[in-house]
């Protein structure tokens, strides 16, 4: 590049009449190859210069785009109906309830056939009238960010009654929430229940560096959107009809409690390895070594036979659970159930 530029300057420019020859070691000579010099460096810094600047452009105009696509999704956390409230009081007032009132109900509540089985086994048939308010009313919603890339919604809770009421659980029930997403793609989150529900705990595997803990139910009250799932058999409607087994809901959360608490949250659970499973019967349960919210779930009930995996993938999502057939609605809240079936996760995230 400099005997380049010394042609440049020196052999290709012609001379001028009477002008002194420069020759190798004269002091024009140096002084013209320092001036080479100078101007080589300048054009190396200012490509340098050049090069920063379109990767700064490049990063800041990446940077605003995952916040315009943040900020997209953000404002769709919580789903309100948009068709008429119905009036459920002579529902409430009967004995038996036919295929149509389920079906009112759980547009009109959120409510599946086994929280409203279970209201109506206990006489609470007027707490009805409660869910369907807590449906239709508008609420103010707020994001919080989890760290640098991860974000979440919450209901601004004005009061305790201001928050939605949760529909009888049993352990076993799965709860699922898609207000968690990184920059604009909903990941979602998803618990266990592992005691009786007056007992108020569920376990999550809730974030890198936390092992798995039990948490107090009544938080999840807060997320705009959540779905509780009990293993079942879902109609197209997603309101579910019938119940499997009871002991295998139950099974399950004993298995999430001795197997999967305070184990190490691990993103790439199930990538890669055999699937945790149940030991021999003579044999003591060996904790997994690493989990998250969806793996740990679906970890439980593939251990009884039960595969939750929705499009059977090597990483389990909480969209792979929410899609899952096997599984029916006890109750949803800020999302659309007539969108919820068998391909719910697609549908509504």
């Known amino acids: 590049m400099k005997m380049e530029c010394l042609r440049k300057l020196i052999i290709r420019q012609p001379r001028p009449a009477g002008a002194p020859v420069l020759r190798r070691g004269s002091g024009r000579c140096a ?4 001036s080479c010099e100078q101007w080589e460096w300048k054009c190396e810094a200012a490509i340098r210069l050049l090069r920063i600047a379109s990767i700064l452009v490049m990063a800041a105009a990446a940077w605003f785009a995952l916040q315009f696509w943040t900020g997209t999704i953000e404002g ?8 008429k409230k119905e009036d459920l009081s002579v529902i409430v007032e009967k004995g038996e309830l036919t295929k149509e009132d389920y079906d009112l109900i759980f547009r009109q509540t959120g409510l599946g056939r086994p929280a409203v089985d279970q209201l109506w086994k206990e006489g609470r048939q007027s707490e009805i009238l409660t869910f369907q308010s807590d449906f239709f009313e508008e609420v ?8 640098l890339f991860v974000s979440g919604e919450k209901i601004v809770r004005q009061n305790s009654t201001s928050l ?12 699922i929430t898609p207000n968690s997403h990184f920059f604009g793609w909903r990941n979602g989150h998803a618990a266990i229940v592992v005691e009786e529900p007056d007992s108020g705990w569920a376990l999550e595997s809730v974030t890198l560096g936390v092992k798995s803990k039990l948490r107090r139910l009544e938080g999840w009250r807060s997320y705009p959107a959540f779905v509780v799932l009990r293993l079942g058999q879902r109609e197209e409607t997603g309101a579910g009809e019938g119940a499997a087994d ?16 305070g184990i190490p949250y691990r993103l790439t659970a199930g990538l890669w390895g055999e699937p945790w499973k149940l030991p021999d019967v003579d044999d003591e349960a060996e904790p997994a070594a690493g989990t998250q919210c969806a793996h740990l779930i679906w970890s439980c009930y593939r251990a009884l036979g039960y595969d939750l995996d929705s499009d059977g993938g090597r990483l389990v999502t909480p969209r792979d659970l929410a899609g899952s057939p096997l599984l029916e609605v006890v109750q949803i809240y800020g999302m659309d159930p007539e969108k919820f079936g068998p391909d719910f996760g697609e549908k509504s995230w």
């Not at 103010?140 to 760290?147: D, K, L, P």
């Not at 939605?164 to 709860?175: E, F, K, M, N, S």
């Open 76 to 83: 769709l956390a919580h789903w309100t109906p948009e068709y």
């Open 164 to 175: 939605p009421t949760l529909a009888p659980l049993l352990p076993g029930d799965i709860l």
């Open 246 to 261: 009871r002991s295998v809901g139950e099974r399950a959360a004993a298995i999430a409690a001795e197997s999967f608490l």
């Open 140 to 147: 103010e919603v707020r994001c919080q960010r989890f760290n």
């Open 31 to 34: 002084e013209l190859r320092k």
